[in-house]
């Protein structure tokens, strides 16, 4: 832009029937909400051709790029607080102050974006549902990332935000390990990042 702002562009690309849901989900509730540690919307294209987001332009990229890349260095035990309890105070405002409820379904370290400062910003919501003050869940087909999906959601279908605590705590064992929740050497014994967690609260 001529005052030096810069832009994120999401193209929704389509893949499915319900590529048209997940955009319009993603507009309304991005449209409606605003926290520190939340993308900020600032437009959108909707034409038969493209249907773009345009976001303030994060340069931190995403929590997965710097835990699982080069930059992993950068992530010192104040940086990966400072962008857990970030990302948690993101989504403690969907659950607690949206009217109605934001369910995020989707937490994970691709969906956690950073800024120049290493403040995280909960991003991706076009499998969110929005739960109104009277529901205590929502019945729906399974949907999210494997590794991060609690077992009684998986089993179900019905998801409330324990769901989102639950692949927020995955999250948290993610940064604090440095390991995927579905890393190769969990997966050769059976285990994902929870299971093999497990042993070590015993004698915490």
């Not at 051709?49 to 997965?64: C, F, N, R």
Request: with cysteine.
């Amino acid at each position: 832009m001529d005052d030096g702002s810069e832009f994120a562009l999401k193209r929704i690309v389509k893949m499915n029937e319900g590529f048209d849901r997940f955009f319009e989900r993603e507009l309304e509730i991005l449209g409606s909400i605003k926290h520190r540690h939340l993308v900020n919307l600032r437009g959108y294209c909707n034409s038969p051709t493209s249907k773009l987001l345009i976001y303030d332009y994060l340069p931190g990229g995403s929590l997965d790029e710097v835990l699982h890349g080069k930059r992993s260095e950068q992530l010192d035990w104040d940086a990966r607080l400072n962008i857990i309890v970030g990302a948690a105070k993101g989504l403690a405002y969907l659950h607690h102050d949206c009217s109605p409820r934001i369910i995020h379904r989707d937490i994970k370290s691709s969906n956690i974006l950073l800024d120049g400062n290493l403040e995280s910003r909960v991003s991706d919501f076009g499998l969110a549902k929005l739960l109104e003050d009277e529901e205590s869940h929502i019945t729906t087909i399974v949907a999210g990332t494997f590794g991060y999906l609690a077992p009684e959601y998986m089993q179900s279908g019905r998801a409330t935000e324990k769901t989102d605590v639950y692949s927020f705590g995955v999250l948290v064992l993610e940064v604090l390990s440095g390991k995927r929740p579905t890393d190769a050497s969990f997966i050769e014994k059976g285990l994902n990042i929870v299971g093999w967690v497990g042993p070590f609260t015993l004698y915490s």
